[in-house]
């Protein structure tokens, strides 16, 4: 039987396989299988024996053969009686004919994921171009069972060699910023570069508007000639006028907000003539620039400043949108993977490290947003809503669930609930006793930490399965956006006039999203505030002079150093109230 050798690029996995019979069916490891070594090589630079050892053991259930392949030289052995560029040869059980090959051991994968992004680049973009000294953006399609893959693409071994650098997730900032930042800032011209002689099309109108009005986020929306220079801070909108422009901004949902703002890197939208770097890599489809800075790594402000308003950008241009990202860390892309591919059909841009000189006829800077954790549909196109954003997610993680169980379903069945029970501030110090009370009327009980971790669609999928979801003001309410319609959300209120901010954050996005909403406010005896203060102190007399002195002071008091010891008795009367809403 003849062989034929053909490489397979698994997506964001980075691992290249070779079959080694043309007759037998495609065999791919998974995300799942390779997760272990993946997420390490994510967190933090390891070396090659680790990788190996996690790989060793992720490919459990296959019999794994070693080939020795010529090393490099100056390359020296691993410590796990590995060398440097062995090859691993992993073949299943039941078919031993189906041999693959993984090309390149672990440790000289390394430098494909030092990087996430800037090592894909490698392998999304095609050598082809119509253009002499071009290259045409890549696409992705769809397999056999409607899953994106990554189109077959020649490998090159040219990558960059840097080391990974990870980022811990910021504390739970749920509150809002009141701060505005108006007007347009105006700055210098750009420095011209060599000229460019590949005009663009006659029939796309020259277009820049900004908009910094908004008290939310500042937006520019460019058409015509555009071009993004990566490895810069500019966005070029070629005139052949005499207009000499420059906006300055930073393209986040926070506006105001000098803590994010210091995460976010200033972009420079400019007017500029005919003398620009010439393009590198041509877009058919439209931009959206952004930043990935920010609060971004706390759920609350994943989904408030970022996924939410990436929504509203692309999801009425059906996949046909380029995201370009600055401030971006790649194991954050990877957290929410199935969102970014769900909205575009195209390998995300990493604007800091890509040294491409990337050309479109429409961009957008900037992502627009309306509310924390929510849509307003009559500013929305196509009048989206947070019913829409919904059902979208449901979608793009495969939630099996747009319906709370109904009396019948329930016959025989518990009502599920999640109790998000955080482990360090706003913690609930009788918890044994709230499942206690759960359990006795009724409920399965689920408790977690509301902590999605790495793996936000595992536990997008627990939260589906519930009816009720039970939490302290928190970021890890934010899950409410996995429930299935009717479900119900109870958010327990710390001590502090915080009811505005509990109903700003949570109460009106879970209406929003047509959940039943059940809000309940600690009295001063279930707070452990009370045992920091005397009962005349102005905590517990004047809360909101605290708000008054500032977010810091307030969060301080109210937020990091307090924790919940609900009154069962009263708050029986809560859960009654939840379970009667699945009964109806």
């Known amino acids: 039987m003849s062989k034929q050798h053909r490489s397979i690029l698994l997506p964001f996995d980075g691992f290249l396989l070779r079959e080694k019979d043309k007759d037998t069916p495609d065999y791919l490891l998974s995300s799942t299988n390779l997760s272990a070594c993946f997420t390490s090589l994510l967190a933090r630079p390891v070396h090659g024996t680790s990788c190996n050892r996690q790989l060793s053991g992720s490919l459990g259930g296959q019999k794994i053969r070693r080939k020795q392949i010529p090393t490099e030289r100056g390359r020296r052995r691993g410590g796990d009686q590995r060398r440097d560029g062995e090859q691993i040869e992993a073949v299943p059980k039941r078919r031993p004919d189906a041999a693959i090959q993984i090309r390149y051991a672990c440790s000289r994968m390394l430098r494909y994921f030092h990087d996430l992004h800037t090592d894909l680049q490698a392998f999304y973009f ?11 953006a890549p696409t992705l399609r769809d397999d056999d069972q409607a899953s994106k893959q990554l189109d077959l693409l ?9 080391n990974l650098q990870g980022k811990e997730d910021d504390e739970a900032l749920e509150s809002t910023s009141e701060a505005e930042e108006g007007g347009a800032k105006n700055g210098g011209n750009s420095d011209q570069d060599e000229a460019h002689t590949h005009e663009i099309k006659s029939n796309v109108e ?19 000639d555009i071009r993004i220079p990566g490895n810069s801070s500019d966005v070029l909108f070629v005139d052949s006028g005499e207009r000499n422009e420059a906006f300055r901004f930073r393209p986040y949902a926070r506006k ?68 370009v990202v600055s401030d971006m860390n790649p194991w954050w892309v990877y957290r929410y993977l199935p969102v970014f591919q769900k909205l575009s059909k195209f390998p995300v841009i990493d604007y800091d490290k ?36 919904a059902k979208f997610l449901r979608e793009a993680f495969s939630l099996e669930r747009d319906a709370i169980s109904n009396i019948e379903d329930l016959a025989g069945k518990k009502p599920r609930i999640l109790i998000v029970a955080r482990k360090q501030s706003r913690a609930f110090t009788n918890l044994h006793e709230i499942t206690q009370l759960a359990d006795q009327l009724g409920f399965e009980i689920i408790v977690n930490d509301g902590d999605v971790g790495s793996d936000v669609g595992q536990f997008a999928k627990l939260v589906n399965s519930v009816d009720v ?8 309410l934010t899950n409410l956006v996995f429930l299935p319609p009717n479900a119900t959300v109870i958010q327990v209120v710390p001590w502090g006039g915080l009811e505005w901010m509990a109903m700003l954050d949570f109460g ?38 605290f708000h008054q002195r500032g977010h810091p002071v307030m969060r301080s008091t109210f937020m990091d150093n307090q924790n919940v010891k609900l009154d069962i008795k009263k708050f029986k009367n809560t859960l009654w109230k939840a379970l009667e809403l699945i009964i109806q």
């Open 126 to 136: 095609s050598q082809s171009s119509d253009v002499e000294g071009e290259k045409v």
């Open 154 to 162: 020649p490998v090159t071994e040219k990558n960059e060699e840097e």
């Open 206 to 224: 020259k277009k820049l508007s900004c908009e910094f009005s908004d008290p939310r986020v500042d937006v520019c929306e460019l058409s015509g």
């Open 256 to 323: 105001g907000d000098a803590a994010a703002f210091s995460r976010v890197r200033e972009l420079t939208v400019k007017a500029v003539d005919v003398s620009a770097p010439q393009c590198t890599v041509r877009h058919a489809a439209p931009a959206v620039v952004f930043s990935a800075g920010g609060y971004t790594g706390n759920l609350f402000h994943d989904f408030t400043d970022v996924l939410i308003p990436l929504f509203l950008a692309a999801r009425q241009l059906d996949g046909e949108v380029q995201f």
């Open 354 to 389: 890509n040294k491409e000189v990337h050309c479109f006829s429409k961009v957008v800077v900037g992502l627009r947003s309306h509310k924390e954790l929510s849509i307003d549909p009559a500013r929305a196109p196509n009048g989206y809503s947070m019913v829409d954003f």
């Open 469 to 476: 979801m039970l939490g302290v003001h928190g970021s890890g």
């Open 508 to 545: 009106e996005p879970a209406k929003d999203m047509k959940l039943n909403y059940v809000q309940y406010s600690i009295a001063i005896e279930e707070s452990s505030l009370i045992e920091q203060y005397p009962r005349d102190h102005p905590v517990f007399k004047d809360p909101m002079s």
